[in-house]
């Protein structure tokens, strides 16, 4: 069966719907809804960045049948303007990130772990409203399910290790960044002369201010960049291992979306 084929035997395995007066916040409950995430993800994902097409009108992978997926639609058109891919350990033992890092380290702690990936958002609505409203959604979810743990791959527009290792080292020097748990790219994501690289760059805060919008928002939020950054030349960009421990979460975050965790909460 292809990844195609199984889109039509896609069941949610956490509902919710949370309604606005502008926007629907839900998690994807049918095919039909799945398919309004994946039309937006072929048009930022393959058309905008790859100037690449699929037949299908669809961005989807072998994972998309195994996950729940979280909308926002904007109701006048009913049209998906933001979505997530979620993967949850609790219905889930394999996770898209395996494919580019070696993690094992990490999915052996102890407590319930989320893994977001495929975050996009339609060109015309990449405000900072569209971005609360997918943070409002992840908290429904961690909330419901329990979650300690986030964590993904967070995208770096850059194949260029001088800028990607500058990046790690200003990290670095904010403390956003470790190499605890030994986290490494797979051999197909490796980049050459890693360890050189690193030695060689230099910290610039500058740099930090450059970062795309959703690592920027990981990073308030309390999340740490681990180990070495993985080459993804298919999509050609910098991928970085990043996770999120909710029992660390930056306070303002926390406040402002209120409750993410039953212990932020007790």
Not at 16 to 26: A, G, Q, R, S, V
Not at 104 to 119: H, Q
Not at 180 to 190: A, G, H, S, V, W
Request: proline share 3%.
């Amino acid at each position: 069966m292809n990844a195609l084929t199984a889109l039509e035997k896609f069941q949610s395995k956490v509902k919710f719907e949370i309604e606005t007066d502008d926007y629907l916040i839900k998690t994807a409950s049918t095919v039909d809804d799945l398919k309004l995430g994946l039309k937006l993800r072929h048009q930022v994902f393959l058309e905008e960045t790859l100037n690449r097409t699929h037949e299908s009108g669809l961005e989807f992978d072998s994972f998309d049948q195994k996950a729940d997926h979280l909308l926002i639609i904007e109701k006048s058109q009913m049209m998906a303007v933001g979505t997530y891919r979620l993967i949850h350990s609790e219905y889930s033992s394999s996770f898209y990130s395996q494919n580019e890092f070696s993690m094992d380290s990490f999915l052996n702690l102890e407590g319930f772990k989320l893994e977001m990936g495929r975050a996009c958002t339609h060109s015309d609505y990449r405000t900072g409203r569209t971005m609360d409203l997918l943070w409002q959604g992840l908290s429904r979810y961690i909330r419901d399910t329990k979650t300690k743990y986030l964590f993904g791959c967070s995208s770096l527009k850059t194949t260029d290790p001088v800028d990607v290792f500058s990046v790690i080292k200003s990290l670095q020097a904010k403390e956003g960044h470790t190499f605890e748990l030994d986290i490494f790219p797979t051999k197909d994501f490796e980049f050459e002369s890693a360890e050189n690289y690193l030695a060689q760059s230099q910290a610039d805060p500058k740099i930090l201010r450059t970062l795309p919008p959703l690592l920027r928002s990981y990073l308030h939020a309390g999340s740490k960049v681990y180990g070495w950054p993985a080459l993804d030349r298919d999509f050609a960009c910098t991928d970085l291992f990043t996770i999120l421990d909710l029992t660390s979460l930056n306070k303002k975050f926390a406040e402002r979306y209120n409750p993410l965790h039953p212990s932020l909460t007790s």
